[in-house]
Each structure stands twice: as structure tokens, then as C-alpha cells.
């Protein structure tokens, strides 16, 4: 008899890709302005072996003052995830919603630190609604797929 207690362990949460852009240092720095800032958020879901997903959560923020980018910070924050015994039409709220909420504040905290390193006020991220990005997901999916082709 095999044992089908559903499992969900992280095994490891890191940065896998980490990037920041100053293009207009040091000007930047002469002139203070209250700059527009735009936060950008994807996810992906990797399965790199049975039972394994890799979720990652990527976030860029942009700030820019009239027509200037100041900074760009982008940060890939991943984690494996062991999970097993879920049934299939679990998975994507799991995988959508319950994974990145365990990534987000670690993103937060990538995304602050490094806009900081790079000379700027920290940039604290609101906390995300990931259930109603996941909703509004579905959503879409929907629509696409219930849309007649041209």
C-alpha cells in the first residue's frame, strides 16, 4: 500500500537571476526627483523532475521622472517545491497562488535591498492579492478559449 498523504515541503528558495540598472549616473544623483514607479510581476512553473516544481516570481520595478528612466531593478526569486498526493485540479491554485505567496516577501526584500545598493530610497512592493491574479488569470483563459477563431 503506498501512502498518499499529500505533501508540500520547500526544499530550497533563491535568487536565480538578479539585475540593476542606473543608466543616468550619475545625473541622477545631482538633481533629486520624486520619480513614476512601475512594478511588473510574471510567474513560471518548471518541473524538473516527478513531484518537483520550480516557481519562480519575477518582478521589475521601473522608475522613471519625465522622460528619464532612473533605475530598473529585476529580480527572479524561484523555489522548489516538493509536491505530492494533490489532486491535478488543485495544482494551479497551488502552484498559482500558494507558491507565490511564499515567494512574494523574499522578492520584497531582493527588490529593496538592491534598489537601496544602487543608491536610491527603498522601494517597499504592496503585498499582492495572488488569488485575484490567478482569478483574473483563469479568466482570460477563458475568454481565449471560448472566442470563436477568425
Known sequence: M???TPVFTIEKIYVKDLSVEVPGAPAV?????T???EVQIAQAVQIPQEGLYEVTLTITVTASAE???L????????????????AQSDMGPVLGILCPNVLFPYARETISDV??????PPVLLAPMNFEALYQQRLAEEQ???AK???
Open 2 to 4: 503506498t501512502d498518499q
Open 35 to 37: 520619480p513614476k514607479v
Open 71 to 86: 533605475f530598473l531593478a529585476e529580480a527572479a526569486q524561484a523555489a522548489l517545491f516538493q509536491i505530492r498526493n494533490i
Open 29 to 33: 544623483f545631482l538633481k533629486p526627483e
Open 148 to 150: 470563436p477563431p477568425h
Open 143 to 145: 475568454a481565449a478559449a
Open 115 to 120: 534598489i537601496t545598493r544602487a543608491g536610491f
Open 67 to 69: 522622460e528619464r528612466t
